[in-house]
C-alpha cells in the first residue's frame, strides 16, 4: 500500500505542474500537442516504440512457442 502512495503522488505532483504551467506561464499544454510542431516530435516516437513492441512481441512469442 505504501507504493500506491508514492505513485499517486506522483500523478497529482504532475497534473499540479501543468495547472501551474497554465496559471504562471500562460502555457497550454494540450494546445501545443495538438499544434503540428509538437506532431512532429510524437508521431516518429510513437512510430518507433509500435515498431519496438512488435519486434519484442515477435521475439517473445517465438520463445514462449518452443
Known sequence: MKN??????????LILAVIALK??????LIEWLKSSKA???????????KTFYDWLDGIVRGIVSR
Open 4 to 13: 500506491n502512495r508514492g505513485f499517486i503522488g506522483r500523478i497529482v505532483l
Open 39 to 49: 506532431q512532429e516530435i510524437i508521431q516518429p516516437t510513437i512510430t518507433f516504440l
Open 23 to 28: 496559471y504562471f506561464l500562460k502555457f497550454d
